[in-house]
C-alpha cells in the first residue's frame, strides 16, 4: 500500500531545499521595474506635474519592495518546511498590505504628494510587471524560473 | 458612546467626510478578504502539490508566486480606490 494514491503526505514535515525560482523572478521583475521607471516617472510628470513625479517614483519604490518581501519570504521559509511557508505567505500578505497602508498613510499630507499619480503607478507597474514577466517565466520541470538564456 | 456622541454633533462637510472615510475603510477590508481567500487557497493547493510531487517544487513554486502577486493586484486596486475616497 505504498503507491502513489495512498502514499502519506505530510507538507508540515516536508520542505524544499532546491533554488528558489521566485527570487530569481522577484530580481528580473525589479531589474525590468527600473529600466521602466523612468518612461513611467515621465508620464506621471506630464500629467500631475511635479508632484506627480516624486509619487510615482515613490509608488514604484514600494511595488518593488512589495516583490522583493514576497519573494525572499517564500524562499527563507520554503527551506524550513512547506506548512511554515504557508503562513508565511498568509500573514506576509496581511502585513505587506499593513506597511503599504503604512508607507502611504505617513506621506499623505506632504506637500510632494499626488495621491491620483500614486495609485495609478502602483496598480499599472504592478500589473504591467507581472503581464510583461509571463513572457519570460519558463513553467516547466526543466526550468523552474526564468527560461534559459538563448546561446 | 462617546465616538458615537462626537460623530453625532459634526454638521455639513464633516458628516460626509467622515462618513466618507469610514465606507471607504469598510470597502478596503471587504476587498482584502477576496484576495485572502484566494491567496490560502492557492498557497494550500501548492503545499499540497510540493508534498506529493517534489520533483516539481521548482515550478509549482513559480506558478505559485506569480498567482499570489496577481491575486494580490486585486488588494491593490482596492487599497488605491480606499487612498482616492477615504484617505
Not at chain 1, 506621471?44 to 514600494?62: E, F, H, K, N, Q
Not at chain 2, 465606507?23 to 487557497?41: H, K, Q, T, V
Not at chain 2, 486585486?74 to 482616492?84: E, Q
Request: proline share 4%.
Amino acid at each position: 500500500m505504498s503507491d502513489a494514491r495512498t502514499r502519506q503526505v505530510e507538507p508540515m514535515l516536508s520542505r524544499d531545499d532546491g533554488p528558489a525560482p521566485e527570487v530569481s523572478i522577484s530580481k528580473d521583475m525589479i531589474k525590468r521595474g527600473l529600466f521602466v521607471a523612468p518612461l513611467l516617472v515621465a508620464l506621471c510628470g506630464v500629467i500631475w506635474g511635479l508632484d506627480g513625479v516624486w509619487s510615482s517614483m515613490y509608488a514604484i519604490a514600494i511595488v518593488l519592495v512589495n516583490f522583493a518581501l514576497a519573494a525572499g519570504l517564500v524562499a527563507a521559509t520554503a527551506r524550513i518546511s512547506l506548512g511554515l511557508m504557508m503562513g508565511a505567505v498568509l500573514f506576509g500578505y496581511l502585513i505587506r498590505l499593513a506597511l503599504i497602508f503604512l508607507a502611504v498613510f505617513l506621506v499623505r499630507d506632504a506637500d510632494w504628494i499626488s495621491l491620483p499619480a500614486l495609485g495609478a503607478t502602483i496598480i499599472v507597474t504592478h500589473l504591467g510587471l507581472l503581464l510583461w514577466e509571463l513572457k519570460f517565466v519558463a513553467i516547466s520541470l526543466a526550468h523552474p524560473g526564468l527560461k534559459p538564456a538563448r546561446p | 458612546m462617546e465616538a458615537f456622541s462626537q460623530l453625532a454633533a459634526l454638521t455639513g462637510d464633516e458628516a460626509k467626510a467622515a462618513s466618507a472615510a469610514g465606507s471607504a475603510g469598510f470597502a478596503y477590508g471587504l476587498a482584502a478578504i477576496g484576495p485572502g481567500i484566494g491567496i490560502g487557497y492557492l498557497v494550500g493547493k501548492s503545499v499540497e502539490a510540493m508534498a506529493r510531487q517534489p520533483e516539481a517544487a521548482g515550478m509549482v513554486r513559480t506558478t505559485m508566486f506569480l498567482g499570489i502577486a496577481f491575486t494580490e493586484a486585486l488588494a491593490l486596486i482596492g487599497f488605491v480606490v480606499f487612498i482616492l475616497i477615504g484617505l
